[in-house]
């Protein structure tokens, strides 16, 4: 019954914090921690981060494009430049465009790739190649057929429950995506190689040091970041504050 009653607190401490509970539902959470070492401890965890996010949490703004530069720089340019030299200077940005443009693009469309990938999953039109609530069994799974040696979130200090993983595959290569469940909320991490992709546009934000860009797309939120040669992704219909709380958790990791 206990445990029945920390879950019903756990559940309501985002409500609590932001003041959105009725004076008798706030008074009940109140007590409850007053005598709850570990719902306590929870309620401090996602106090201290939310303090850390508000210090740290910080716009970047995207540099100019490069196709601005490049034009800027080619009416600047001297229009008595010959022929040869035309054509030398345009193979030279040929060569560099069109891979640069790919990439970009690439990127541009990487949220709307997972979110279709994560919505065929959740629809069951794409399997779970793996079921299991073990970590160590995903890990070694994940090891054996993508290559991938990662570290799993600690759900549990969320209240998420593992599901299970599985591979996708992408333009880059393949990916992991391994899917937790709270209630009727999905939470999917995923594990890119992307060894020259940047990270997808979106509002950039540091966080554990790393730059984090979340991009909303209708009920979900995506974020991204990378560290060394791999390009890892948050993929969830929660808030933002409670999202961001999520990422700092998997960034935490991730480093």
């Known amino acids: 019954m206990s445990g029945q009653r920390c879950e019903e607190i756990r559940d309501q401490l985002y409500a609590f914090l932001d003041d959105a509970l009725d004076i008798q539902a706030t008074l009940q959470v109140r007590a409850h921690l007053e005598v709850c070492s570990t719902c306590f401890q929870r309620y401090q965890f996602i106090l201290n981060l939310r303090s850390l996010l508000r210090e740290e949490a910080a716009d970047f703004p995207l540099p100019p494009t490069l196709e601005h530069r490049i034009r800027k720089r080619v009416e600047t340019g001297r229009v008595s430049f010959r022929r040869r030299v035309w054509l030398g200077v345009a193979a030279v940005l040929l ?93 999917a991490y995923v594990v890119l190689p992307a060894q020259t992709q940047p990270l997808p546009p979106g509002n950039r934000l540091s966080i554990e040091g790393q730059i984090l860009s979340v991009h909303r797309e209708g009920e979900y939120t995506l974020g991204f970041w990378r560290v060394g040669t791999l390009l890892y992704a948050l993929i969830s219909r929660a808030k933002e504050q409670e999202f961001l709380e999520y990422a700092a958790l998997c960034v935490r990791l991730s480093t």
């Open 95 to 187: 060569l560099v465009l069109l891979p640069l443009g790919f990439f970009l693009r690439s990127s541009a469309d990487l949220p709307s790739t997972l979110l279709a990938h994560h919505r065929a999953i959740l629809n069951a039109q794409e399997p779970m190649r793996l079921l299991s609530s073990d970590p160590r069994q995903v890990m070694t799974w994940v090891q054996d057929q993508a290559s991938l040696a990662i570290e799993l979130p600690q759900a549990s200090l969320a209240g998420f429950t593992l599901i299970g993983a599985t591979v996708i595959s992408l333009s880059e290569g393949k990916g992991v995506y391994v899917l937790y469940r709270r209630g009727e909320m999905e939470l």
